[in-house]
């Protein structure tokens, strides 16, 4: 039902987790998909498994979100190589964290920039693009803990809470132009960034999870997919929260 061919869509992070799923969704719905990654050699690698799994173009580039002149060079590289971006998904994210008391100013500065600003520097880029083609999808990956807080993620919670007051403004400048612009809020996803939590911590999020289950990172790329579809439309400036009921 979803057929996104004709479109591209670049997802920043998408080598593993989340955002690996997401790239393997939009390709298997016909989008042509660019993979990111800080490195090159790990892009191209996911790129090809991906290809080879959905038989559609994929494309890599290495990119790295905490830096200005990475996102400048791959979006250049982007144009010139595959035509600009219809859909853009600002997946990569990471996570330093610590109680506040102890929070160092580089915990805090490192997670604004990659997880905040990288999102608003690429944006920007990306948009100047679809305001040419008057179409385009931007989709954030924020975080249940923007809306419920968690000890020890005054950085990324920050971070996260910041990309839905970037998403709801942004999604009332562009809607005149047909770009939507919405966020997922993703509760306890299996993966990477969780699987090294201290098992009694998993278990205190466990329990407060109605499903009784964690997230798979599908559950989240499902979303994206409807989020970057035309089945979407008519919804912008919103937050779909993806937490098997926590929040
Ligand atoms: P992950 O750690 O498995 O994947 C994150 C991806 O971002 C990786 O591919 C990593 O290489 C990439 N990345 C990290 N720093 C980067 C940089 N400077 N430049 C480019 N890429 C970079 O994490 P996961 O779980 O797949 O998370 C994806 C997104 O979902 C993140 O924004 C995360 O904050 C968010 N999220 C995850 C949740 C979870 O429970 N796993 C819950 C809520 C939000």
Redesign the pocket.
Known sequence: MINLSGKTALV??????????TAYRLSEAGAKVVV????ED?AREVAKEISDSTGNEVFSVA?????KE?IEEALKRVNEEVGGVDILV??????RDTLFIRMKYEDWDEIIR??LT?TFLITQLVVKGMLKKKWGRVIN?????AFIGNVGQAN?SAA?AGLVGFTKTLAKELAPRNITVNAI??????????ENLPEEIKQGFLNQIPMNR??K?ED?ANVVLFLASDLSSYITGEVIHVNGGLF
Do not use: C, H, Q
Request: no cysteine.
């Open positions: 920043t992070g998408s080598t593993r987790g989340i955002g690996k799923a990111t990654g800080r490195s790990r990119l790295d979100i905490g830096s990475s600002n997946n990569a994210g990471i996570n990659v997880n990288g990956m924020s975080s249940v803990v990324y996260k809020a993703p509760g306890f996803i299996e993966t990477d960034m969780t964690f997230g990172s989240v």
